[in-house]
């Protein structure tokens, strides 16, 4: 059985528990759904938004490749993730994973694994607007060895 | 002849993300973009700047058609 994961690309605010009704539905044989959702922070005022810049046709072909891997690594039956792009208010959803298994040590895992890598390796590009101007942002080193955790 | 895509800060620097440039592969490409923009040039082949060609990252030398898509991509931060 082969699963296609579904990927999107949201440049509007999406609402996290629809997306979770939606995915549960209609499931016979799934014993787990592990869901994740991140949300922008406001650092206490620092970051007034966020920024993320997605290339349309790329990042979304190279987050596809990643959940394929992650649905053969943990026998997923399912996965759904959905990303936000544009300008991002505080409070404001910025990924959805979901992640559905037999059972639930593989969704979980998995679901830690996808965002692992969306953090620190999707092509998305992150620029933070605060009181002071606009700043381009890189992964931070603990972003790099969560997803190093999961290498060789 | 080709469609140039900027991300991220390089797009800043520019003043421009998408722009149609005449070039026959990506060696062309970059002197054209160099001499019109010479810190452009220089940021277009400093460290971690990725290049896709139709969306696919290639290493070294590629010929470009009229529709060809060449995107520059500095170091991705990540969602």
């Known amino acids: 059985m082969s699963v296609t994961p579904t990927i999107t690309l949201a440049d509007q605010p999406f609402e996290p528990g629809a997306l979770v009704t939606a995915f549960c539905a209609g499931r016979q044989e799934t014993g787990a759904v592990a869901t994740f959702v991140g949300l922008a922070r406001a650092e206490r005022g620092a970051a007034a938004a966020l920024e993320l810049e997605a290339y349309p046709g790329f990042t979304d072909a190279a987050i596809s490749e990643i959940a394929k891997d992650a649905i053969k690594r943990f026998k997923l039956q399912d996965v759904h993730i959905v990303h936000r792009t544009g300008r991002i208010a505080p409070g404001e959803a910025i990924v959805f994973v979901a992640t559905a298994a037999g059972h639930r040590r593989e969704a979980f895992e998995a679901c830690d694994f996808l965002m692992d890598y969306l953090k620190s390796r999707a092509p998305f590009w992150k620029k933070e607007h605060g009181p002071d101007g606009a700043r381009w942002i890189e992964p931070t080193d603990r972003d790099r060895t969560d997803a190093e955790r999961w290498d060789g | ?79």
């Not at chain 2, 800043?12 to 070039?23: F, M």
């Not at chain 2, 082949?45 to 590629?62: H, L, M, Y």
């Open chain 2, 1 to 79: 002849m080709a469609r140039v895509l900027l991300f991220g800060r390089l797009a800043d620097q520019a003043g421009w993300r998408e722009r149609v440039v005449a070039a026959g592969d990506l060696a062309s490409l970059r002197a054209t973009l160099s001499a019109t923009d010479p810190e452009l040039g220089e940021a277009l082949s400093g460290p971690g700047v990725q290049v896709a060609v139709d969306k696919t990252i290639v290493r070294g030398e590629s010929v470009l058609t009229a529709a060809t898509e060449v995107a520059f991509l500095p170091p991705m931060s990540g969602g």
